[in-house]
């Protein structure tokens, strides 16, 4: 259960991300408020959003796979995990393996 600062957060993000739907940053930063939270299952659109915003926004891939996997999306996530692997390679980004 997320708390008070948790959901502070989320709200302020969620604000940030209406005023402004293409801010890839937002959501972004978004889904890692509901990651902190526990609340993987709500991170998996916000982070999909950022990689329609930006293909190459390794961090993302990274996350989604992340949330994918902790909601028993096994082969979502080592899908995602691979295909940022490859952005992150092929851009020079340092991406944890």
Do not use: W
Not at 31 to 36: I, Q, S
Not at 51 to 63: C, H, R
Not at 71 to 94: P, S, W
């Amino acid at each position: 259960m997320a708390n008070a600062e948790q959901l502070a957060r989320i709200e302020r993000f969620k604000t940030m991300t209406e005023a402004d739907p293409d801010n890839e940053l937002g959501h972004f930063s978004l889904a890692r408020a509901y990651m902190d939270a526990g609340l993987f299952a709500d991170a998996v659109p916000e982070l999909q959003r950022v990689l329609t915003l930006n293909t190459n926004f390794s961090k993302a891939y990274a996350l989604l796979g992340q949330a994918q996997y902790l909601l028993g999306q096994k082969d979502f996530a080592i899908a995602t995990l691979n295909q940022g692997y490859r952005i992150a390679h092929d851009r020079g980004d340092l991406m944890r393996r």
